[in-house]
Every structure is written in C-alpha cells, then in structure tokens.
C-alpha cells in the first residue's frame, strides 16, 4: 500500500478516525478496510452513476485485499435520501447479513454518504461504515463530522443520527470525472472554508481555484486536506453543533431559502447556494457595520471568476419576493426559540454566530439582491 497523499486525524474519544485524501485510493480500498476487522465479505452501497463508473475498480480493490464484496446501486439524485430507499438499505443490509462487527461502504455522493451512515446508525443498533466520498462536496464536507440522514416531506435533513465513519477514503482522482457543474457547486463550500476561518487559505483559493477547477491534482489535494482538516478541527471542538459547528454553516441560511424557493431542483445545486449564500452574509455584515465594503465584493468577485452563479439574477426563473423568502429562512432548522440564527463576519477568515440580526436588514439584502434580476 502506498502512503496516501494526505491524511486527517479526527480525534473524538471513542470514535477517532482517519481521513485519507489522495489520487487512486480507491485501487487500494482493501488495504485501508480490511484492518478494520469483520467480515472478509463487505456490503457497499452506492448510486447508479457511480457504480457505473467506478465500483469494479473498488471491487477489485476490495479483492486485492480478500475482502469479497457485494453491492446495491440505488437511483442518483436527491429524491433517494428518503424512507422508502432507507427501508430498502436497511432491509438489503440485513438480506447481507451485516453484523455488528462488520463495515458497511457508502460509496457515493452526499445523498448516499448521508442515507447509508443513517442506514448504519440504527441497523442492528450501529454498524460500522466507511465512507468513500466521489464529489468534491462530500469529500470537503457530507462525508466527515458523522451528520447522517433523510430527508422528510417537512425539510431536508430532518430525521438522522450523529454516526461517525470508522474511516473516510477520498480519492481525489475521482473528481476527474464530475461534470464542471457539480465539481463548481463542491468549490462552493471549500471557499466556504477561508471565508469562516482562514483568509491565507482564501487568498490561496483566489490564486490557485482556476488551476484546481482545471484538474491539478496538487492544488486538489491541498483544497481537500485544507477544508477537511478545518472541519475536523470544528467537529473535534463541538461534534453535535452546540456551538461553534454552526459557522460550517455560512452562507446556509440564505442558501436553504433559495433552495426551498427552487425547488430542490437543477436550477440551484447545494454548492452554488451556499457560494450565492456567501456573498449575501458578507453583503448583510458590511451593512451591519461589522465587516468592510470591500469583503463582499471580493467575495463575490472570487466565485465569479471561477464561472460559479454568485447573485440571484444567476438563478433561471421566478423566485419569491423578499418577504416570502424571509419567511423560508424561518422554516429553517437553524432557527433557535424562534429566532433565526446568523453567520456573520468580521472580515475574509473570520465569522461568528449571532441570532442579533435585525429583521429589515435582512430584508434589504433580500429586496435589492431581487432587484437586481
Ligand atoms: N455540513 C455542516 C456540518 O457538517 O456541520
């Protein structure tokens, strides 16, 4: 086996686990499970886009090791993060006979990332799982920090467990094959990252995202081990979002808004919500007085440049007026005793939670943002 390019310690007591992030991991998948120990014979979930693509080279993988294995490829796509593919998940692993000891693989995305460690939080009580992430959203975010679940008819994410991975697997040689749109929309949340916490990180995004969004493995790695090694640092400090957890959500309460108002369809991915959603809580801080002028129009000024939608008038057709969409921010789940809960900052590398955010304020950002369209 050889040494991945990078790897990530996440230190939670009990639960402590690697992430390794490299090219070409997946070939050697089997060296990296099978001393996790159960069954030589593993059971992994996966979509059908990605079987198609990348699961006999994770088979065979498995194989070099003498690890057999076996595989449910369910639809792609969001409406798979639901009960009746959770039943189907459960009820396969259990037709796998999967065992307290064993490892489940959720090989995937977010959506198969966050059902499949759901699947393992409540089969038999808890499995095991290891994920292994193939978008760079779910490499940089979904697959670390243990969040697992579906989503219900009242909002995304709403039913699930804290379950940490016993072992994260991201490969970075499969964002080679995601189209530009999905790999633009994972960038969303690894500028994400220097805008929360790191403004060096932010200023290397604004030199090197060209070069990675164009396939430099390098510049991947390092934006991958970067981001991921910011969110274990915040998952070890707050693993159940007491607190500081919730500046991963930056740019999340605008985005779940406009997700809402679109549907949860095409016309806006996660990502390109959370950049958008980016660009309006630097906007709504500046107008706070908290941050200067300057931070939102850099801010936007970077997702531009790298072709990513950054202002409303960038969404296709109708959305909601500022009121109605202030209204889908309070159906949010990040709404603490009724009052919405803010990421704000006081400059490029340094936000901060508040719920002390006046509501016309809000709205004016809203109002203007809309007029722009
Ligand atoms: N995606 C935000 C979190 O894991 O907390």
New binding site residues.
């Given amino acids: 086996m050889t040494s991945p390019a990078a790897t990530v310690h996440v230190d939670l007591p009990g639960r402590a686990y690697d992430i390794h992030i490299g090219p070409d991991l997946l070939a050697q998948a089997g060296a990296y499970i099978a001393p996790l120990g159960g069954r030589k014979h593993v059971a992994i979930v996966t979509d059908k886009t990605v079987a198609g693509l990348h699961l006999k080279t994770l088979q065979d993988g498995l194989a070099q090791a003498g690890l057999t294995s076996e595989a449910l490829a369910l639809p792609a796509g969001e409406a798979t993060k639901g009960w009746p593919q959770l039943q189907c998940t459960c009820e396969w692993l259990l037709d796998q006979k999967v065992e307290r000891g064993d490892v489940v693989i959720a090989f995937g995305g977010g959506v198969i990332g966050d059902l499949v460690g759901f699947a393992a939080a409540i089969l038999r009580r808890g499995v095991r799982f290891v994920q292994i992430p193939t978008t760079l959203l779910a490499q940089v975010?979904?697959s670390v920090?243990g969040?697992t679940g579906i989503n219900a008819r009242h909002g995304k994410n709403l039913i699930g467990a804290f379950h940490q991975p016993s072992l994260v697997l991201a490969d970075t040689a499969l964002l080679g094959t995601l189209q530009p749109r999905d790999f633009l929309a994972g960038y969303g949340e690894v500028v994400k990252y220097g805008l929360l916490g790191d403004s060096a990180f932010f200023d290397w995004l604004e030199k090197l995202g060209p070069a990675m969004a164009a396939g430099d493995m390098d510049a991947r790695v390092q934006a991958v081990t970067r981001s991921v090694q910011m969110k274990a640092d915040i998952v070890q400090r707050d693993e159940t979002?007491q607190g500081d957890?919730a500046l991963?959500?930056l740019g999340h309460t605008f985005c779940h808004a406009l997700e809402a108002a679109t549907g949860y369809s095409d016309r806006l991915l996660h990502g390109e919500g959370v950049a958008i959603g980016c660009g309006m809580a630097f906007e709504l801080s500046a107008r706070m007085g908290l941050c200067s002028q300057e931070n939102p129009s850099r801010v936007r000024e970077h997702i531009r440049s790298m072709g990513m939608k950054v202002d409303l008038r960038d969404i296709d057709g109708d959305l909601p007026d500022a009121e109605a969409l202030l209204a889908l921010m309070g159906q949010d789940k990040k709404v603490v005793a009724g009052k919405l809960r803010f990421i704000l900052a006081r400059d490029i590398g340094d936000a901060f939670i508040t719920s002390e955010v006046p509501r016309d304020k809000v709205l004016g950002v809203l109002k203007d943002a809309l007029a722009e369209r």
């Fill in positions: 975010d979904s920090g969040k979002e957890r991963l959500n």
